[in-house]
């Protein structure tokens, strides 16, 4: 009688157990749509950046680094003479190194030293950058390492080009929308992707330069932006 008693209560505690256990359940997953959307500003360049310099060779360290000075002295006081402000003028580059341009057997020897300097100029008249580029050729400017157009104002033109693409987006996930017969819901997510800030600098060789001055094409800017969205789907 006792082991039938155990028994039956052992059974009980058993099922009493197995009744407190919680039983799980599987939420849903919302449904979504996700879309990228990208926006472009081009414009006429406003402002223009150039880095120019000096490369000079000599003997010495000495020689070589006076040649250059000399010359960069003067091709400062020629950009101030057309029209470019000192403030707009910041030295980017100074070096002073062993002239290897000799060839021996196959192999490159020093001969002598090369001493370079460049500078960057923010030019706002662009009118006139053919004819800056050509005295700065003409009192010994030989290196032309970049030229680079922008917007004065670039920050607007990016705020411009992000409205474009949170159009852009909105206007693809309604065609998603319509295509696959669902409705848009509220937006969940906005996350700004990678832009292209352009342009790109163009690398130029130094050559002199016609009377008329360097001839220069100034084209567009393009400044762009990138968005990823999600939107519910009701």
Same mark, same amino acid.
């Given at each position: 009688?006792?082991?039938?008693?155990?028994?039956?209560?052992l059974l009980a505690g058993m099922a009493g157990a197995g009744a407190a256990q919680p039983v799980e359940t599987s939420t849903p997953q919302?449904?979504?749509?996700?879309?990228? #959307?990208? #926006?472009?500003?081009?414009?006429?360049?406003?402002i223009a950046r150039v880095r120019l310099g000096v490369s000079e060779t000599a003997e010495t360290a000495r020689a070589a680094l006076d040649a250059m000075n000399a010359a960069m002295a003067r091709v400062l006081e020629r950009l101030e003479a057309a029209g470019i402000p000192p403030e707009n003028v910041q030295t980017g580059?100074?070096?002073?190194?062993?002239?290897?341009?000799?060839?021996?057997?196959g192999q490159s020897e020093p001969e002598g030293f090369v001493a370079t300097t460049l500078v960057e100029l923010r030019v706002v008249d662009l009118d006139g950058l053919g004819a800056v580029l050509d005295a700065a050729v003409g009192e010994g400017a030989n290196r032309l390492e970049g030229l680079e157009?922008?917007?004065?104002?670039?920050?607007?033109a990016h705020d411009e080009a992000r409205r474009a693409a949170i159009a852009d987006a909105q206007a693809r996930a309604a065609t998603y929308a319509e295509a696959a017969g669902v409705t848009l819901g509220e937006v969940l997510s906005i996350s700004e992707t990678g832009a292209d800030f352009g342009p790109r600098p163009a690398m130029m060789e130094m050559r002199m330069a016609a009377d008329g001055g360097v001839p220069i094409a100034q084209g567009e800017v393009e400044i762009s932006a990138g968005v990823s969205m999600v939107w519910a789907i009701e």
């Open positions: 009688m006792k082991h039938t008693i155990l028994a039956a209560a919302q449904r979504s749509i996700a879309v990228r #959307g990208e #926006g472009h500003v081009r414009a006429a360049p406003e580059q100074l070096s002073l190194d062993r002239d290897y341009a000799r060839m021996h057997d157009f922008a917007l004065a104002d670039r920050a607007s």
